[in-house]
């Protein structure tokens, strides 16, 4: 499917972390402008570093729970906002539940009155966690979930959840025109090797020769998308002609347990860490795959990135990242 498009102003919030910053080099690569805003609560700048020097690139510290004051000239020429703002780990969104909410629900409500001073079209990176621990293998975007609304981890689903219910009613009631995706499970260079998840967990721990954590007994499945094919995803998806509010599925149906891939990434880094258990987490899903067929129908995408060749790319950025100057000391995972 061909998406090129004439030059766009894309706004991009939680440009400066990992997702964000992987999206916003793909948009200057197609010759859009970008303006990337972030807090640098999970973002940083090292992210986005190289990108500065790119005329067409301007970086922003912003908090969403707030409105964003733009110059006139520089608001009316948004056409394109991708709202990404929001801590996406355990361990980052669990630190300050209520401003996780914040950032959710009040980062929606600001950027989508954004979108509709401007009448740009916006894009909600939602999630897999809207799903809770499913009772309907794979997940279809009509399932409708099961979420504890009172658990630890409620404060990202359920902040999701409502962000994507006023992008709906943004939708019906002022006309914005809206694309709700539903990310799974995303991983691959830039990632916070502190963050929890279990992919930069398991990395660093082998890197390390270290005991790898293994949650329960391993045997709770995830799918794992590449941040290559993730962010073509959601580009496709944002200018697909016809398009659709969604929501859309985007994550890689292949399925795996846990505990193969930690043997997986044993493999790869060829480490001699053995596997250690520990009691699984409140509320952690058993399952977790996504149905992806509205997003081949609609806009023609599915993932290429294997989990081997995906793993390996990470697993080099990793080994570059733990052997600099900045991770020198010991970098102390989480819990």
Not at 105 to 132: F, P
Not at 138 to 163: F, H, L, M, T
Not at 253 to 268: G, K, S, Y
Not at 272 to 282: D, E, H, K, N, V
Request: glycine share 8%.
């Amino acid at each position: 499917m061909h998406i090129d498009s004439p030059q766009r102003h894309v706004l991009v919030t939680g440009g400066a972390g990992f997702l964000g910053s992987h999206l916003c080099e793909r948009l200057l690569s197609q010759g859009h402008r970008v303006l990337c805003v972030d807090n640098f609560f999970t973002g940083t700048r090292r992210n986005v570093e190289h990108l500065l020097g790119n005329a067409r690139f301007e970086l922003m510290r912003h908090d969403v729970t707030l409105p964003l004051s733009l110059p006139t000239s520089v608001e009316a020429g948004i056409d394109r906002i991708y709202n990404l703002a929001s801590p996406a780990s355990p361990v980052h969104y669990q630190h300050d539940p209520v401003q996780t909410t914040k950032t959710n629900v009040l980062g929606a409500i600001h950027m989508l009155e954004l979108a509709r001073r401007t009448d740009a079209r916006i894009l909600q990176a939602s999630t897999s966690e809207v799903y809770g621990d499913p009772q309907v293998h794979p997940q279809p975007e009509s399932y409708w979930g099961n979420v504890n609304p009172i658990g630890v981890r409620s404060c990202y689903d359920e902040g999701k959840r409502c962000a994507e219910t006023l992008f709906f009613d943004y939708h019906r009631q002022h006309g914005v025109d809206i694309r709700v995706a539903r990310i799974f499970n995303a991983y691959g260079p830039r990632m916070d090797p502190k963050d929890g998840r279990v992919v930069p967990n398991f990395i660093v721990q082998a890197l390390r020769g270290e005991p790898i954590t293994v949650y329960g007994q391993g045997q709770q499945t995830r799918s794992f998308c590449f941040v290559d094919d993730l962010v073509d995803g959601l580009a496709r998806f944002m200018e697909a002609e016809p398009g659709g509010p969604g929501p859309v599925n985007i994550g890689n149906p292949e399925e795996f347990t846990v505990r193969d891939l930690a043997r997986l990434v044993i493999e790869l880094t060829g480490s001699s860490s053995m596997l250690a258990f520990a009691p699984l987490p409140s509320d952690d899903p058993l399952q977790r795959r996504p149905d992806v067929g509205a997003a081949r129908q609609m806009f023609g995408w599915e993932p290429r990135v294997s989990l081997e060749e995906g793993l390996r790319k990470t697993i080099d950025w990793f080994e570059g990242l733990l052997s600099s100057d900045r991770l020198r000391a010991a970098v102390p995972l989480p819990r």
